[in-house]
């Protein structure tokens, strides 16, 4: 989840302020408070479709707050301000590093124009089935604003995410990064852990509604980064879910997401 700081307006690539664009992508908000729980996969009205999956986390649980499956690729989520964190969307309940996703944002309506909002393929995965060791959370960021990822890290060592390099993938530049999140809820069960989080962030100039994300394609580079090769993406034995959604911070407002599979 991201972690909710001071807005960066400017996108910028290389360098050490360009490291805000990672904080940016971050579909999963991290704003630890006492007491906080990892809402593991549960959608207030759960999609019964056969083959996908929904997901609907809140910082605050608010009645007011919810996804709803309306059709067979489509989900409606509602949200307000009181909720403060949410990381809502649709998508499949295992994983795949070569899924070809194609995804729709429809009637998006933020409360506030200026709010933070990240639009991501987002999810999962870990070493093993019994214990924590090579936890990661990935992003890959078609549309956004106001999140980057130079405030990522909360373990005192890193100033912000790490830049792993650029690539061209799905007609577009995307800049790679690379977070530590340390003790802070996840996926795999109760309690709070380390793990790193992985960012693939759309330029800026190129965001899009609607398209296919090649998730190989961005693995690829997080598994062989340009730079920082100590920081690649840890061995990847066990997927969780994988769901294209929305992660809001501090506001409301309404979208109709779509999401499929070509492979």
């Known amino acids: 989840m991201i972690k909710n ?6 996108v910028s690539y290389k360098c050490a302020a360009s490291l805000a664009l990672a904080a940016t992508v971050c579909m999963s908000l991290n704003m630890a408070h006492a007491g906080e729980t990892f809402q593991n996969s549960e959608a207030r009205y759960p999609n019964t479709e056969q083959g996908y999956f929904t997901s609907h986390y809140e910082l605050n649980n608010d009645p007011n707050t919810y996804l709803y499956t309306t059709s067979y690729t489509a989900s409606y989520i509602h949200m307000t301000g009181s909720s403060q964190n949410v990381v ?11 899924r070809k996703v194609n995804f729709s944002i ?3 309506n933020p409360d506030d124009n200026g709010q933070k909002s990240v639009f991501a393929l987002y ?3 870990k070493s093993n089935n ?3 060791d090579g936890m990661a959370e990935y992003y ?3 549309k956004y604003n106001g999140w980057y990822p130079e405030h990522q890290n909360d373990d005192g060592r890193d100033n912000g995410a790490r830049w792993l390099g650029s690539k061209n993938v799905d007609n577009a530049r995307y800049d790679y ?3 530590t999140r340390t003790n802070k809820p996840h996926a795999y069960g109760a309690g709070g852990t380390t793990f790193k989080q992985y960012w693939a962030v759309r330029d800026y100039n190129n965001q899009r509604d609607s398209g296919e994300i090649n998730v190989g394609q961005h693995f690829q580079m997080w598994k062989n980064p340009q730079e920082y090769k100590h920081e690649a993406y840890p061995y990847i034995g066990n ?3 994988q769901i294209f959604g929305i992660e809001l911070i501090g506001g409301g407002g309404s979208v109709n997401l779509n999401a499929w599979s070509t492979n």
């Open 123 to 125: 999810g999962w995965t």
């Open 88 to 98: 809502s969307g649709r998508g499949w309940q295992t994983g795949h590093q070569w």
């Open 5 to 10: 700081k001071t807005t960066i307006q400017q």
């Open 239 to 241: 997927w969780h879910y």
């Open 106 to 108: 429809n009637n998006y």
């Open 140 to 142: 890959i960021m078609d």
């Open 177 to 179: 990064y690379v977070s």
């Open 130 to 132: 019994t214990n924590y």
